[in-house]
């Protein structure tokens, strides 16, 4: 049973226009939820989180919405690059607080292909 | 910083063979974790540990799977045997647990082939 989905495995976009990446979960306990981008033969890299007492969360070109009621977030990339082009992981958690942490549970992936 | 160092970056091995994969964490991060890699189940946690303490090894598929984390700057996983079923990208990730983040910082990874 899956808690994190991202239900495109795949995503083609241009340069410069708007990528947006999907993913839902359903575990109603997660708080935490994070971005990571993931390229060949390497190890998934964080690109952006927020938390579940926000709905919105910007680093430059990159912005995360959180709509908890629907449990469903996305990443949006504007303007896209080519050097974004990757596999990009959704991933959540359910904090216990300080002292320690939780693990993410992640989506299985969206691959990105922005074409110059 | 140098970031989550794994080794080795790479391991064929036959089946029947022990295997052990290393993780140092970031300096400082009180939290390390282990994941798998593979196509059919994707990013799927192994075990994780709390200031060296493990607090969750349910992950790890069977009694073959073993992990120690000695000291706050070292982590192994060890198969023994290993059996081509475990072949996959093995990921050691590290954080620090604060108010503001539960960030976790990912290694390279070590890809094991079991022939």
């Known amino acids: 049973d899956q808690q994190v989905k991202q239900n495109s495995p795949s995503l083609s976009v241009q340069e410069g226009r708007i990528s947006i990446l999907n993913c839902d979960y359903t575990n109603s306990m997660f708080d935490y939820f994070l971005w990571y981008k993931k390229y060949p033969a390497e190890g998934p890299t964080f690109l952006i989180s927020i938390s579940s007492i926000k709905d919105k969360n910007e680093d430059g070109r990159f912005t995360v919405f959180l709509n908890k009621s629907a449990k469903h977030l996305s990443l949006h990339i504007v303007p896209s690059q080519p050097g974004d082009s990757a596999v990009y992981f959704c991933?959540?958690?359910?904090?216990?607080?300080?002292?320690?942490?939780?693990?993410?549970?992640f989506g299985k992936g969206t691959r990105l292909s922005v074409i110059a | 910083d140098a970031g989550v160092i794994q080794s080795p970056r790479h391991e064929v091995t036959e089946m029947g063979q022990e295997v052990t994969l290393r993780c140092k964490p970031i300096?400082?991060?009180?939290?390390l974790f282990w994941y798998r890699q593979t196509m059919m189940r994707g990013l799927e946690l192994l075990i994780y540990?709390?200031?060296?303490?493990?607090?969750?090894d349910s992950g790890m598929p069977e009694d073959r799977f073993s992990a120690k984390m000695p000291n706050a700057s070292f982590s192994t996983l060890k198969i023994q045997p290993s059996e081509p079923r475990d072949s996959a990208v093995y990921f050691c990730a590290s954080s620090l647990a604060d108010l503001e983040s539960e960030t976790q910082y990912f290694g390279p990874g070590t890809r094991l082939l079991v022939l």
């Open positions: 991933a959540a958690s359910a904090s216990e607080g300080v002292g320690g942490n939780t693990p993410l549970v």
């Open positions: 540990f709390n200031n060296n303490v493990p607090i969750d």
């Open positions: 300096s400082g991060h009180n939290s």
